[in-house]
């Protein structure tokens, strides 16, 4: 059993998570990645899976953000857990076989890996993956990676959602592209949507850039 996209409109493109896939999800700087991300997560602990949330900055915001954002109840104990890490160097995932892995910002917290290094990482997550059926969603940061370790997690993950901005005659337009799915879903199209920091609104309508 996956996990759900609860956001309206996204969900009709892309319907879970699927347990034991790693997910990337790419934006600049608007905030769209974090909130998937969460918005994730807090399905997650609704469900009553175990979260584990890597985040490189303000981690008990990050906390009571995913407590108190649409979690329908408050998670039996322990079901969360929110880390505060400046590298992934300084993480030993201990125990953790199930559920949820959320990692905000992934291509800050691996700057100091080398690629050869970043590759083995991916490839140990995704051995931890299939074999317990962990799901990963890794948000990550456009122009943080360099090309060669982009490639690397684009190849070595299971799906690829990316947000964009661009400036229009009438103000800033944002679109979203899946390029990359694990369950065979591929939009190859601009997608459309509205972000105000706290709501998403996906405009399914084709129309061009």
Known sequence: MG???EVPGLGTIVHELSEGTIVIVESGADGAKSFLVRTLARTALNRGWPVTYLTSRDGPDVRTALLNGGVAAPPPAGL???VELDSLKDWLPVGLERGLLAIDSFSFLTLDLTPTQLATTLRELRERCHRSGLAV???TDRGMFEPRGEAIAIHLADGL???HTKEGPEGLIRYLRVPKWSAGTLTDRNIYYDFDGKHMAID???RVL
Request: hydrophobic share 65%; proline share 7%.
């Open 3 to 5: 996990l759900p996209v």
């Open 137 to 139: 969603v890794l948000a």
């Open 80 to 82: 969360l857990s929110v």
């Open 204 to 206: 399914l309508r084709r």
């Open 161 to 163: 959602i990316q947000f």
